[in-house]
């Protein structure tokens, strides 16, 4: 099935599950979406902080229709699901926005690390969590974000445990996707980042680092939704974890060359 | 000298000509000033369009100091000569902005060609418009960017004749800096991005292409200037023509990995 296809289905209701494994090759999206009073500081937020917020579009106020990412697509419905927020808490699980939507609201797509993860797989590098059939764990760490307006706050990052024969290839496979967070913030020690336990994520499922692994870390796309959450902006609505957006861009289109 | 060493001798009126070669190693940048009131659109223009116009910094409004490219800099008075437009019309050509500065301008910096052709120089690759001492070549496209509000308008590229063998090289050298272009938008043909007369350039000097060589196109820091004054906003601020921003990066550090 394409992505056009799965979209369709989703927009339908017949799939509200989680989004990974599904269209492999295409890349997914978070998605974030705030009032167009704010979007201005948010949009400076991505600008200053690429890694954790690789912006794949920014649509036009009012505009449910993504124009570059994905044909025919909307965002009120091709999600399978999403969470609605009021001035910090949390409103509504939904599976459609219909009732939510307004004429000022901008959305960002940013890029996901399912595409670098795929890429990892194709390299040869285990992939942890997958393997464990569980979330990424994630972290708050004492990295900061650069400022922008009202929205500050420290970077999110997840973590995969990898061997440390193959760390520089992570490196090279990962950093190939500027897109999609890129190449790691951070390599071994979690303590220099401000995590106390490995075991005890702040998102996610914890996972095994095994005997001569060495646990590496990447911006991670919950770092704005933290943000813009933390902010306790009017209104803010985002994907349900793991229920991302299907775009038709390639996972290669993530390259940015 | 350094960079920050450069900047103050431009502040004081020490140096009013042209920065290319100041400071090698360093990233130079674009500089192109809007008040508030534009500024988002301008910024999603870039987002759209990130060959073209590759973001390095983008200041609060009515701050004049960088924070993030440049520690101590004043974007009134570092670059060397600037040029001040009302309505699409050229009123000024002046040294430094301290009359001119609003509290409601925005300053967007923009990675700029001098890094990857510091690059091609390092990688053997020849660049015919140094060698002659004349400006690179620029040429209007039939390329649309992709709007945002009010600012729309054809890609502006820029053009090197690169001996066919490098033709591979140079594609992999500049492709490593999508911050200050990246790799080329055409290859060849000039008439298939609708460009008539190499000879007869829209912007800088004709240089020639000599048998056996490959024009190549890079999308130009000049397209968000073109697009901007098109729309004839009241007030608009760049830089003059090869009067840059001399920046605290790296060269390397606009390679965003």
Known sequence: MTPAQWRERIRRGEWTGPTAGLAPGYAQANLVIVPR???YDFLV???RNPKPCPLLEVTDPGDPHPRYTAQGADLRTDLPKYRVY???VL???VTDLMSYWREDLVAFLLGCSFTFEHAMLRAGIPVRHIEAGVNVPMYITTIPC???GPFQGPMVVSMRPIPAPLVPRVVHVTSRYPLAHGGPVHIGDPKEIGIRDLQKPDFGDPVEV???????FWACGVTPQAVALHTKIDLLITHAPGHMFITDLLDEDLTFT
Chains 1, 2 share one sequence.
């Open 37 to 39: 009073g704010l979007a």
């Open 45 to 47: 937020f991505c600008q």
């Open 86 to 88: 009021e001035r910090g």
């Open 91 to 93: 409103i509504a699980e």
């Open 146 to 148: 650069k400022p922008s």
């Open 210 to 216: 095994r005997e001569g692994e060495i646990p590496v």
